[in-house]
C-alpha cells in the first residue's frame, strides 16, 4: 500500500533506529507525551517499545475522544434511542462503550435500533431512507472529524432533510494539552503532536506549547518511521535547549491548516463556555456545539437529554493514567475488574485508549506490577 | 480520530461535483471531497481519507524527500557504527602513542 | 426427572443475556462454551474442545463434528450459505485428520422464502458435496415464523474417519515447531463485510472457501509424523486459532507478520476500517503445526496441490512467552496478537 509501506519498511526504521541510539543520551531519562489515540495504538501495534532506548518513556496522552466522553453523556446519547422513532448512528468505536444501562451493542441486543456507520454521511443517507423515522448521529472526535460533521449537517441543510440530527460530542485538542501542561503533577520533556488533527489544525495551534512552557513539539504521522523520527527530532530540540513546533508529517500537514475545513466547522460549530472531560474534569471552551442557525440538526435541542453527571466507578483511575501520572497497570482496576471484555473505564474500551492498548498488545499486561 | 489512510482518486462523480471515487489498495469507496479547495485534486491524486472524507492531498514530493533523507540517515549511521567497530580513533592514537 | 448438576471446573457464565458476542467466536464464545455448556454436558470427548470430537466404535476411531450456519446475505461473491455450510462442516473434519465419509443438514426455514432461493442452496450443497465427494444422507427441515431465521439457517453433522497416520495433540506441540497457513487470510469475512453493503466498499474479493481435505490429504501422505496440531481459522481468525492452542499448554507462538499472506484488498480493507487481518474469519484455510525436520515437506506437499500455492510457513513455537501469541516485525518490534473479544467492528480512532 502506497505512502504505508514505505514508512513501516523495515530496513528505513532499522536505519533511523539507529540514528536515535547515536542521538539518546544515555546519562538522561526522557518523558516523552503523545497526545493522540492513533499515536498510543500505533506504538503498540508496531511493537516500538521494544525497540525504542530504554530511557525514553512514552506517556499515553488524552488524545482518545471516547475514553475522555463522561459516562453521562453516553447515557444521554442512549437516551435518544429509548424514542421509538429513532435510529440512533454511531462509529464503531463507540459501540462497546458502557453507559449506566448496556452499551450500545447491548442496548440493541434488547431491542433498541442502534446502527453503526462508518461516515456521518451514512447516517443522512440512513434519514433520506426512512423519512417517516429521525435519525440521530452520535458524533465523537477531535478536530480531525468535526469537520466532516459539519459538512453533513451543511449537505442536509442544502437537501432540505428535516429528520436528521447531531448528537455533538466534538472537542478540541489544545485545551487538554494546557490542562496536561498546567497540572501540578505533569513532568513531560516534549509532545508528539497529532498528525490529522494538525492536518486541520496547522501547526500553529501548539506555538503556545513551546513559546510559554519551552516544551518542544513535534507533529507526526502515524507509521512506526514517523513516529521514530519525530522523537529523534524532538531529543535533537532538547539537547539544543531548542523549544520549537516543528512538523515531521510534512507529506499530510500543511503549517496552517485546512482552510476549507476550519471554515466549515467555523460555519456550523461554536465553542461551549465548559465541557466535562473524563478524567480531567471541566474544561472551558474545550468542545463544540451546533450555532443556533442549525438548531433543527442539534439533536440536544430536539430530544430532552438529562445531562446527569455519573461518577466514574470507585477505583478506577482514567485521571491519572489520561494525564500520564499512573501508568496503566498500576490502577488497581487494570486487568482484575477491568480488561477490553468488561470494561469499566473508557480507557480500556476503546483500543487506543491507553490501557486497552497496553492489555491487549504488552506482554508484560497480565502480570500486574506492585503498587508504586 | 486518527485512523485515517492514503487512498488514489480513480474517478470523480459525474452527478455530484463534491464526491470522488477513492482506492485503498483495490478496495473502492466514494468519498467526500468538499474539504479540499476546489480544483485542488484530479484523478490519479492521493488524499488522506477518514471518516468518508478526504481530508489532505499527499504531497507525494515530500513524501519521497522525506524517505530519501531517512535512508541516507540511516546509511550514515551505519557507516559510522562501521567506523568506529574499526576502531580507527584508538588506532590513531596507538599511532601516535608509537610516534612519540 | 432429576435434574443434572453441571460439573464445576471452570467460573460460571455469569452474563445476563445472550449477545452478539457470545457467537462471534471469541473469548465471549469460549465463556459460554465452558462456563455453561460444557459443564452440563461433561464427558472426554466433549472435554477437549476440538473441531470435532474423536470416539471410539468397535476398532475404527470416528471423528463427528456438528456445526450451525448463519449467514447474512444468503449468497456472496465466491460462494453461499450452502457451500458454507457442506465445506465447513467437512473441514472441521480435515482438520481433525478425519477423511469425511457423510454429512446431514437440518434447514431452519424462515416462512416466505422463495422456493427459488431454497433450490439454489438445496443445490449449491449438492454440488459443494458431490466436489467433495462425500454424499448428504439426511437431515431434517424446520420452517419458522416470517422474520426469523434470515431466509435460512443450516444446521449440519458431520461424520469422518480418523487417518491413523497422525496423532493430533495440542499438547504435543514445542518450540521450534513450525506453523503452516494454507493461503491467503481474511477473504472470507472481508467478502461478507462488503456483501453486507453498509460500509459501501466495493473491491473484488471472494469468499475463499472451499474443502480443505486435499490439502490435509496430501500433508498426511507426506509429513504425518511430524504433524501435531491442525485448526480451521474460521469465526475469529488466525489469532484466535493461534491462542486457542497455546493457552491451556506450555508454550507460545511467535508469528513473523511479514509473511502472513493476504489478498491486498484484505488488507485495504482491514487498514481503512481498523480492523486486524488475523481476527478476520476464513473458510477455506487451515494452519497446521508441523516439527522442524518435516516442515519443507509438509509445505512443498499443500503447495504440490492446485490451490495451495499460497501456503507459508508463518510462524513458530516458542518457549517464551508462554500461552500467548506473539507478532514479531522485520525491526525486531513485537506485539500480543490477542484472542477476538466480540465481533470486529471498524473504527474511525
Redesign the interface.
Known sequence: MKYVDEFRDPELISGVLRELGRTVDPARRYRIMEVCGGHTHSIYRHGLRDVLPANIELVHGPGCPVCVLPTGRVDDGLTIADHDDVILTCFGDMMRVPGTRGTPLELKARGADIRMVYSPLDALRIAIEHPAKRVCFFAIGFETTAPSTALTILRAQAEGVTNFSVFSNHVTIVPAMRAILDSPDMRIDGFVGPGHVSSITGCRPYEFIARDYGKPVVVAGFEPLDIIEAILMILRQLHAGEARVENQYKRIVPWDGNLPALRALARVFELRPYFEWRGLGFISQSALALKSEFAGFDAERLFDVAGLRVTDPRGAQCGEVLKGVLKPPQCKLFGTECNPEHPVGALMVSSEGACAAHYRYSLHAQEVPAAP | MCLAIPGQIVAFSAELPFMARVDVGGVQRNVNVGLLEEGEVKTGDWVLIHVGFALSKIDEAEAQNQLRMLRAMGEDALALEEVLGYRFAETAAGADEIRR | MTSVQPSRKTPRFADM?????HGAGG??SRRLLEGLIGPYFANPALQAFGDAATLAVGSERIATTADGFVVRPLRFPGGSIGELAVNGTLNDLAVSAAKPIALMATLILEAGLPTSVLESEIEAMAIAARKAGVPIVGGDTKVVEHGQADGMYVSTFGIGVLDGRATLDAAAIRPGDQVLLSGPIGAHGITIL?ARG????????VSDTRPVWPFVEALLDRAAGGLRWMRDPTRGGVATALNELVRAGACGVAIFE?RVPM???V???C????LDPLHIANEGQFLAVVAPGDADAALAAVRGIPGGEGATLIGEVRAE?RR?V???????????I?ML??DP?????
Open positions: 443475556q445472550i449477545e452478539m458476542a473469548t465471549a462488503l453498509d460500509l459501501e466498499l466495493e473491491a473484488d474479493l511479514d489478498h491486498p484488498a488488507r485495504g480493507a487498514e481503512l476500517l481498523g512467552p500467548r506473539i507478532g514479531v516485525n522485520g525491526y525486531g518490534g513485537t506485539r500480543v490477542d473479544v466480540g467492528l471498524p473504527r474511525i480512532c
